[in-house]
Every structure is written in structure tokens, then in C-alpha cells.
């Protein structure tokens, strides 16, 4: 079974929304620390936003203001609720536990946002 698995992205206009979702299958997920990363053409691979065990959240700078995340430890999910997109937020999301952990980067979401 995959571990993580992520959902929610596709193609939006400058200055819309998304809400992508990651679901765990990952044992005593509410244990772990989560976060989104993400990965832009021909770029590595950055950290956009973690939420530790409880709901403290940190956000990169170049997001902070426009990005949540939240998480659901009844139903192992976590969330990242992107606002006011735009062009340079354009990247294959994906979510890990943090630190990450290589056997569970999964396929990711991409998201692009373009007019």
C-alpha cells in the first residue's frame, strides 16, 4: 500500500485556489510530524508548509500569508489550502512526514497556474 497519496491539483488561474489532500496510510499517523513540499521544473525540491502533531504550523516565507495546512488525525489526511495563486507557485506537490523519509515520497500533485 501506498503510503502517502496526494490529490487535489490541476490547472488554475493567477490568483484562485486549491485545496490539495493527502491521504496516509502510514501507522500511528497522528505521531508524525507532516508537511508539503514541492518541486518546480528543473528546481529542487522545497519545503512550502509543515503542521507538527498538534496544529502549530510553519510556512516558507515565499508562500506564508496565501498557504494553510491543516491536518484530520481521525481520517489521516492533511491538507494544504493554497490561495491567491500564482505562476511561480507552479510545482509537483507532494507530502511527507517531517524529516522526510525517502520510501514515502510518493507521485505527487502538480499544480499549475497559468491564464
Known amino acids: 500500500q501506498v503510503p502517502l497519496v496526494e490529490s487535489g491539483g490541476g490547472l488554475v488561474q493567477p490568483g484562485g485556489s486549491l485545496r490539495l489532500s493527502c491521504a496516509a496510510s502510514?501507522?500511528?499517523?497522528?505521531?508524525?510530524?507532516m508537511a508539503w513540499y514541492r518541486q518546480a521544473p528543473e528546481k529542487q525540491r522545497e519545503l512550502v508548509a509543515r503542521?507538527?502533531?498538534?496544529?502549530?504550523?510553519i510556512i516558507a516565507d515565499s508562500v506564508k500569508g496565501r498557504f494553510t495546512t491543516f491536518r484530520d488525525n481521525t481520517n489521516n489526511t492533511v491538507h494544504l489550502q493554497m490561495n491567491s495563486l500564482k505562476p511561480e507557485d507552479t510545482a509537483t506537490y507532494f507530502c511527507n512526514i517531517y524529516p522526510p523519509r525517502n520510501s514515502y515520497w510518493g507521485k505527487g500533485t502538480l499544480v499549475t497556474v497559468a491564464s
Open positions: 503542521i507538527d502533531l498538534g496544529t502549530g504550523t
Open positions: 502510514i501507522s500511528n499517523f497522528r505521531y508524525f510530524h
